[in-house]
């Protein structure tokens, strides 16, 4: 049977090491758990470690965690139907757009409450954004309105447009939020200043104002969004597929009229994003797929037989298809040596030590 295999061990390595990144830029880290559907284990593990505020786009994974200890950031404007959940279930939000944040307004006035947002600056990926000529506008606006709470900004790169923030970018947005203080006479205190595509910049950038940054997609795959390769302090397969193989046969190529070994595997375009998984063995290939058929020539691998399990890495859609996909069984596991590591974890202002 196909299922999703999760060590919480490593994910906590991860998290531990990521944060150490960010401590030393003195940049908070908040997790982003959207990709993996807010499952509750995991959260549970990074709760572990002393993250308090999670954040996600969609409130039904908010909803299902339901969990009073948090604190969550909605990251994606909320729809009509969600401004009461918004405002009533999560800590803070990042808006983009006037008329939602009026609309928000009037539904903290008739709950008695306070919302506080970001708003989110279209800097350079175009995927959602209040225009920079129009930020001073927004904030003239929000600032007097009486239930709402600007904490500051928010910046996104590589969500839309395969445009990795630079640090010029960095230095501009520094001289853009100073500029916007001067023209507002209102003070930016929270600054969330990207994704994981800003952890490259870690190693040689100062982020000045920015003291905030948003890491979901290299916390759980372990990779830099910039280029897809392996950051080398993570571990690349803390989640990964598994699943079984039902039939191996002899095929014909009638294209190449050539002959290979077929194996197929239980799971198909339903389970996962069968163009975004690579198997760990690559003396192997995945050939194609159907609704629930998955395709591998073995070539050389003859070894295999039926009922032995392929292991598989995931790309972000594979992974973020595979953990919403409710047919998928979750198996829970902690790799041991792992888990001393996470045990004996100890930061320190200018290095990891692992405590004796």
């Known amino acids: 049977m196909a299922y999703v295999e999760i060590d919480l061990a ?24 959207k990709c993996v559907a807010g499952d509750k284990l995991i959260v549970e593990a990074l709760k572990s470690l002393g993250f308090d505020q999670m954040g996600d786009a969609r409130m039904v994974n908010i909803d299902q965690l339901n969990d009073e200890a948090l604190s969550y950031m909605l ?32 539904t903290a006035k008739a709950q008695g409450r306070k919302h506080k947002i970001l708003l989110m600056v279209d800097w350079k990926d175009s995927r959602e954004g209040v225009l920079t000529y129009d930020v001073v506008r927004y904030i003239n606006e929000i600032m007097y309105m009486p239930n709402i709470c600007l904490a500051g900004l928010a910046f996104n790169f590589m969500c839309f447009m395969d445009f990795p923030p630079t640090e010029e970018d960095i230095l501009r947005i520094n001289q853009f939020i100073q500029n916007v203080e001067k023209d507002t006479g209102y003070p930016l205190n929270m600054i969330s200043g990207g994704n994981s595509s800003a952890l490259p910049l870690l190693d040689y950038c100062t982020f000045g104002r920015i003291n905030h940054l948003r890491i979901g997609e290299s916390l759980f795959r372990g990779v830099s969004t910039v280029d897809q390769q392996p950051i080398h302090y993570l571990y ?102 792992v888990q001393v590591l996470v045990d004996h974890f100890k930061t320190h202002p200018d290095h990891v030590q692992i405590r004796p």
């Open 236 to 337: 690349q397969n803390a989640i990964t597929l598994k699943a079984e193989i039902i039939e191996i046969k002899p095929r014909i190529d009638v294209k190449r009229d050539t002959s290979y070994l077929q194996a197929i595997l239980d799971i198909g375009h339903i389970d996962t994003v069968v163009e975004d998984i690579m198997p760990l063995n690559n003396q192997i290939k995945v050939m194609g797929a159907t609704s629930d058929h998955l395709m591998i020539d073995l070539q050389n691998a003859d070894y295999y037989q039926t009922g032995d399990v392929i292991e598989f890495t995931l790309g972000y859609n594979a992974l973020a298809q595979s953990m919403y996909q409710k047919t998928l069984k979750h198996v829970y596991i902690k790799d041991a040596g």
């Open 10 to 33: 490593k994910i906590k390595f991860n998290a531990l090491m990521l944060k150490q990144k960010l401590d030393q830029r003195n940049l908070e880290m908040m997790p982003v758990i």
């Open 75 to 106: 990251i994606r404007t909320p729809n009509r139907s969600e401004l009461e959940d918004c405002v009533n279930k999560t800590a803070i939000s990042i808006q983009t757009d006037i008329e939602t944040i009026r609309l928000l307004n009037e």
